[in-house]
């Protein structure tokens, strides 16, 4: 069954520390998704690639956080350092950027989201 | 950027109610999408919709691209629909933005 894998699940940091997150996109999709989810914002588009090239990170908070697809297989975002409003759900989400067949109707775009990593930093 | 504005904002029903979440956004878009969010945090798509209707089992969805709106139905609810569920929209870029959501219960 594909899945969109992210790691880790629960992350709790001290203020100033680097976090890491890491997300790996069902295979043959080349399009990834970064968002961040909180209480008084909801779901936030960070950044996302397509064929591994950034296409918009205008969400995201440049002094410190960068997102990055070192492969294919693989993509990150890091926060430097880590401040305690950073504290959210961060959600990575892939889809293919082919039109898919679904249920007899060709649809494009769906994405499929991870579990999420929840954040919280101290 | 594209608004998009939910409603209603929560929603408590009995099970096997029926119910209704509007869904109305500011622009054009290419892509619309609703999502339900598990009361464990899980996104899962149901639909992509940018314009027609479509249904799946007791969920269905309508969009209206001209009058800038979705709606999606959930007949005979059960208790396992609980939880929130959102609307997202996209332009060209498909930058999507995601509505505040609504908010359902349904109790037993």
């Known amino acids: 069954d594909a899945r969109v894998t992210?790691?880790?699940?629960?992350?709790?940091?001290?203020?100033?520390?680097?976090?890491?997150?890491?997300?790996?996109?069902?295979?043959?999709?080349?399009?990834?998704?970064?968002?961040?989810?909180?209480?008084?914002?909801?779901?936030?588009?960070?950044?996302?690639?397509?064929?591994?090239?950034?296409?918009?990170?205008?969400?995201?908070?440049?002094?410190?956080?960068?997102?990055?697809?070192?492969?294919?297989?693989?993509?990150t975002l890091k926060i430097q350092p880590s401040e305690p409003r950073d504290s959210a759900v961060y959600f990575c989400a892939s889809g293919p950027s082919a039109p898919l067949t679904r249920g007899g109707v060709v649809a494009k775009n769906i994405q499929y989201f991870g579990a999420g990593t929840r954040l919280s930093v101290l | 950027g594209i608004q998009v504005e939910q409603s209603p904002p929560d929603l408590i029903l009995q099970e096997g109610a029926n119910s209704t979440l509007r869904c109305n956004f500011s622009d054009s878009v290419n892509n619309l999408q609703w999502f339900h969010q598990n009361p464990w945090g899980q996104?899962?798509?149901?639909?992509?919709?940018?314009?027609?209707?479509k249904q799946n089992g007791r969920l269905s969805a309508t969009t209206v691209a001209t009058e800038r709106y979705s709606l999606l139905y959930i007949s005979s609810s059960q208790t396992t629909d609980s939880g929130v569920y959102f609307c997202a929209v996209g332009g060209k870029r498909n930058d999507m933005r995601f509505g505040a959501g609504t908010r359902l219960t349904v109790k037993p």
């Open chain 1, 6 to 75: 992210q790691t880790p699940r629960h992350k709790v940091t001290e203020m100033g520390q680097e976090v890491t997150m890491r997300c790996q996109p069902i295979l043959g999709h080349n399009t990834v998704f970064w968002y961040r989810q909180t209480m008084m914002q909801g779901l936030e588009l960070l950044a996302y690639f397509r064929n591994r090239a950034p296409l918009d990170d205008s969400g995201m908070p440049k002094d410190r956080f960068s997102a990055e697809m070192p492969d294919a297989t693989l993509a």
């Open chain 2, 43 to 53: 996104l899962i798509n149901l639909f992509y919709i940018p314009s027609g209707t």
